[in-house]
């Protein structure tokens, strides 16, 4: 099946500053999507981005499907954007998501 | 409704129990999608539903699970005789159909089998 890859898995950030995580994926994909895992186990929606770009507020996110692989930027980060993100794709003929292992954000004040 | 409901938020359950699990969808989406989140498994696929047919069940990981969706909304899944490595969050999702549709997560179930 498909592989996903997330880095770095790990990342301390001080308020302020800027990030980027990356997702790699091994095969062709329909669907991918970035989700931060809040302190309380939600999944909360960032982007449906399977190509292009995309901004919401202080983030946004970039997907180059035919090199597999999407970025999603954080700036000026805040304390409660700490948490875990997951980036999701659907790789056909499949529907369901297959998830990468995640990247751990801890932004201190 | 206006997101995707999960009961109970919270199971303990002694071993070799049953459990049911609910899932509520957003209304109005046809896709319903059962994952598995666990410390050394990270978030497992374990079953997906369109409408009320499973066409894909790959992800049970063995037979004391199963899940049904009447209606073509509410589902639940099913664990017989729980084990401890059934311990886990079970995650609903739904999205509006399959294939290159945005899916949205309840909350989840946290189960512990003691």
């Known amino acids: 099946g498909i592989q996903v890859e997330q880095s770095p898995?790990?990342?301390?950030?001080?308020?302020?500053?800027?990030?980027t995580l990356r997702c790699n994926f091994s095969d062709s994909v329909n669907?991918?999507?970035?989700?931060?895992?809040?302190?309380?186990?939600?999944l909360i929606n960032l982007?449906?981005?399977?190509?292009?770009?995309?901004?919401?507020?202080?983030?946004?996110?970039?997907?180059v499907a035919t090199e597999r692989y999407s970025l999603l930027y954080i700036s000026s980060s805040q304390t409660t954007d700490s948490g875990v993100y997951f980036c999701a794709v659907?790789?056909?003929?499949?529907?369901?998501?297959?998830?990468?292992?995640?990247?751990?954000?801890?932004?201190?004040? | 409704g206006a997101g995707v409901s999960q009961s109970p938020s919270n199971k303990v359950?002694?071993?070799?129990?049953?459990?049911?699990?609910?899932?509520?969808?957003?209304?109005?989406?046809?896709?319903l999608y059962w994952y598995r989140q666990s410390l050394g498994q990270g978030?497992?696929?374990?079953?997906?539903?369109?409408?009320?047919?499973?066409?894909?069940?790959?992800?049970?990981?063995?037979?004391?699970?199963?899940?049904?969706?009447?209606g073509g909304s509410v589902s639940t899944l099913t664990i017989q005789r729980t084990q401890q490595e059934d311990s886990a969050v079970?995650?609903?999702?739904?999205s509006l159909g399959l294939r290159s549709?945005?899916?949205f997560f309840g909350q989840g179930t946290r189960l512990t089998v003691v």
């Open chain 1, 9 to 19: 898995p790990d990342l301390i950030l001080q308020e302020g500053a800027n990030s």
């Open chain 2, 43 to 70: 978030l497992e696929f374990l079953i997906y539903f369109q409408g009320n047919s499973a066409p894909d069940k790959s992800g049970l990981p063995s037979d004391r699970f199963s899940a049904e969706r009447t």
């Open chain 1, 90 to 109: 659907e790789n056909p003929p499949n529907y369901k998501l297959t998830f990468g292992k995640g990247t751990l954000l801890t932004v201190n004040p």
């Open chain 2, 101 to 103: 549709t945005e899916a």
């Open chain 1, 47 to 63: 982007f449906y981005i399977p190509s292009g770009t995309k901004q919401n507020g202080r983030l946004s996110a970039t997907t």
């Open chain 1, 31 to 42: 669907n991918l999507q970035w989700f931060h895992q809040n302190p309380w186990g939600q």
């Open chain 2, 13 to 31: 359950t002694e071993k070799g129990k049953d459990v049911e699990l609910r899932c509520d969808p957003i209304s109005g989406h046809t896709a």
């Open chain 2, 90 to 94: 079970y995650l609903c999702a739904s």
